[in-house]
């Protein structure tokens, strides 16, 4: 199939990595795309939107249905639910419902990609092995990145297409209203700390402070998730994907003190969730003061996710190098990368 013909559907497409894979694809052209989200992608370009519940498997037939030529299904989505279980069965169905219907709507798939995380290894559970290689054994289930691969194996035994999954940890880019953005709840934290008179102090375990952790810049991702996708070498194989390098956030924490010219504090663990819930007044103030954009406090930045990373007081590190035997030679520095992204965010009146 050549590449003008191919077609791409790609959910989570609101979200912060479907996001940045959508702009990619456009980007790089030769691409049909179809984007499925709950709500429309603020992203520009020539593509048709479509609004799906994927978790009710009638939506899913009577709106994806109807493409009987999608090439390549980029499984992008994620659901967070405040109980354990349901979290899993959620994203266990979604994908279960997606890959389903497309795969009985279009005889020319050629491929699915499902991006996972380190979750895989079991790093959400306390000190793993590390570095982590894509072989692991695995850890005492349940964890839905399990359901989604098993299926995903059984499901293409005597099938044409190939699959791949992407491992990546702590993707991080430019955008709002994702709750997995930790770029923008470091910025939004560090000027509420501002305006309130305090340095900057790391908000996490002193654990954590030391350790080892790595991110992933979404750009990064999506141009590894169409490597994955269309190199023939990387059929029915995971991968994991950083930025391949490693930070500590003692380290950086200082650049960002100066990065926002604050005053460096010694860290002290506090609970963002609890402590910035009554910030919202502060927030309004700094926008209108500063003449931001007026995003609501609670769209700019999910304190859960930021907790949650800064909670990990042991190393966080995969290893990318078997991406890089495959093919993929792609680098990006961590410390530039969060600047550059305060920077954007800056210059988008984001955070002033």
């Known amino acids: 199939m050549s590449k003008a013909k191919r077609t791409a559907l790609v959910t989570g497409a609101s979200g912060l990595a479907g996001g940045y894979m959508l702009a990619h694809l456009l980007e790089q052209g030769g691409w049909d795309i179809v984007a499925v989200s709950r709500r429309k992608p603020l992203i520009p370009g020539d593509y048709r939107h479509i609004a799906v519940d994927l978790l009710d498997p009638a939506d899913c037939r009577a709106n994806l249905g109807p493409l009987t ?66 072989d692991d054994p695995r850890h005492m289930p349940p964890n839905f990145y399990y359901d989604q691969q098993d299926f995903l194996e059984e499901f293409q035994k005597g099938k044409r297409w190939t699959w791949s999954v992407g491992r990546p940890h702590a993707v991080c880019g430019f955008s709002t209203g994702g709750p997995m953005n930790l770029t923008l709840a470091i910025a939004v934290y560090a000027n ?52 391949s390098d490693l930070i500590r956030w003692q380290n950086l924490w200082p650049k960002f003190a100066n990065f926002f010219g604050m005053e460096l504090a010694s860290p002290r663990h506090i609970n963002l969730a609890r402590s910035m819930a009554d910030k919202g007044p502060i927030w309004e103030a700094i926008v209108e003061k500063n003449g931001l954009q007026k995003f609501r406090f609670e769209e700019i930045a999910a304190w859960g996710y930021p907790d949650n990373v800064f909670a990990s007081d042991y190393d966080i590190v995969s290893d990318t190098s078997k991406a890089r035997r495959f093919g993929f030679h792609d680098l990006v520095d961590t410390e530039e990368m969060f600047l550059r992204m305060f920077s954007d965010f800056r210059r988008e009146r984001i955070i002033p």
Not at 87 to 108: G, H, R, W
Not at 222 to 238: F, S
């Open 69 to 134: 030529n999608i090439s390549h299904l980029f499984y992008l989505a994620i659901t967070e639910r405040s109980d354990p279980g349901e979290t899993v069965s959620a994203n266990a169905n979604m994908f279960f419902n997606l890959v389903k219907t497309v795969e009985a709507a279009s005889p020319v798939l050629e491929h699915i990609h499902l991006s996972q995380g380190t979750r895989w290894y079991g790093n959400h559970l306390g000190p793993y092995k590390t570095p982590t290689k894509e």
């Open 192 to 243: 509420v700390c501002k305006a309130l008179g305090l340095p900057l102090s790391f908000p996490g375990k002193p654990g954590a402070y030391a350790a080892l952790y790595q991110c992933t810049d979404a750009a990064l991702l999506a141009k590894a998730v169409e490597w994955m996708a269309t190199d023939p070498k990387c059929a029915n194989q995971a991968f994991n994907i950083t930025n």
